[in-house]
């Protein structure tokens, strides 16, 4: 598959990736969509899925010692 024939709405990372990789990777992943506000991890979960999101956005939002919220975008 040549770079021209990946999925026209690429996600950077895997866009950066060479072909070889991305074939490995390629047949791992599957879309999902993602509603506004839909949370991905909580703290203390454990991790089972990386996203790899195009046409969106994805922020961290950790809580601090002192209760207030950070959130990173």
């Not at 490995?24 to 996203?51: A, N, Q, T, W």
């Amino acid at each position: 598959m040549s770079e021209a024939s990946r999925a026209p709405n690429k996600n950077r990372i895997l866009a950066a990736l060479p072909e070889e990789d991305y074939q490995r990777v390629l047949v791992h992943l599957e879309p999902v969509e993602m509603k506004h506000g839909k949370v991905l991890y909580e703290i203390g979960d454990s991790i089972e899925y990386l996203y790899f999101p195009f046409n969106a956005m994805i922020s961290l939002v950790t809580q601090m010692k002192d209760a207030k919220s950070l959130r990173l975008v």
